[in-house]
């Protein structure tokens, strides 16, 4: 057979190929996560914080990149809550600015430190149990992973072009959510998923105290992501997201530089995969 027709066909045969692995045709499908107690899954991250601030007309910036990976234990399962064991088995993070990078110091000690939590409808997390200094840590940094997994799909059928929202306020966080169904397609690592794009609207008001000095900070901004889930249990097999904030930090108590108004700018980028 000629060599250029044997090209023509195997070419064919992977553009349908994969044609007809990526594209699933669906009128409607059911949103919600179909999930067991005693089953676990177990995601990696990886995630970017670029952070610029304005000091008295000079410009500092840092990059801090951190990779773990958790596993979380559904425990419980008891009127659409969840109780979850949520464990560190690898961490790691750095910071680089002007005078170089350096390794995030201590990480380490976060490797096989667990935290029990209940996850809420709209996936607000809530401690379960005595808390300590240590779980306060730990519960800050667990917070958003858990939340953006867990209990936000609406559980009710839905076609493509349609769209559900969500809206929280915590600790001077707040946030709306506009979560639009996308797509479906085939994946060779998680099988048949849908898509969908999400866009927030995010302020935030902290206030602080380091080393003698009062820092009160005022940010907004918005957010957006491509979540793939799987169409039959609903679990997270991917996350893609993009967040820019900006704001100002009123600074006051400062012996060297007196009280100071500083603009800050935050951009962050995450990639969240399921490994097991």
């Known amino acids: 057979m000629n060599k250029k027709i044997i090209i023509v066909i195997l070419v064919t045969l992977v553009i349908f190929g994969c044609s007809q692995q990526k594209v699933v045709n669906k009128e409607r499908v059911l949103l919600k996560q179909n999930l067991q107690e005693g089953t676990e899954q177990s995601y990696k991250y990886d ?11 000079n410009t500092q910036t840092s990059t801090t990149t951190l990779g773990f990976k958790i596993t979380n234990k559904i425990n419980r399962i008891k009127h659409d809550t969840l109780e979850v064991n949520a464990i560190f088995d690898e961490i790691a ?5 002007s005078r170089g990078m350096q390794q995030i110091p201590d990480l380490d000690k976060l490797e096989g430190d667990s935290i029990s939590v209940k996850i809420l409808p709209g996936g607000k997390v809530e401690f379960m149990g005595e808390e300590t200094e240590d779980d306060n840590r730990l519960l800050s940094i667990f917070k958003s992973t858990l939340s953006n997994l867990y209990l936000f799909l609406p559980g009710k059928e839905m076609k493509v ?4 929202e969500d809206e929280s306020e915590e600790e001077g ?3 709306k959510t506009i979560y639009i169904l996308t797509g479906f397609e085939n994946n060779k690592k998680w099988g048949e998923v849908c898509t969908i794009a999400t866009k927030s609207e995010i302020s935030q008001i902290n206030d602080m105290t380091k080393g003698g000095m009062e820092i009160h900070t005022e940010s907004s901004g918005t957010s957006s992501s491509t979540i793939y889930c799987n169409t039959d249990n609903g679990l997270v097999a991917k996350i893609k997201s993009h967040a ?4 100002t930090s009123e600074v006051s108590g400062n012996p060297m530089m007196g009280d100071m108004t500083i603009p800050t700018y935050v951009n962050v980028d995450t990639e969240v995969e399921r490994i097991k």
């Open 244 to 247: 820019a904030l900006e704001g």
């Open 93 to 97: 993070g750095s910071v680089k600015t």
């Open 47 to 57: 995630i970017t914080i670029q952070n610029t601030s304005i000091i008295k007309g």
């Open 161 to 164: 072009g349609e769209k559900w």
């Open 173 to 175: 966080v707040s946030s």
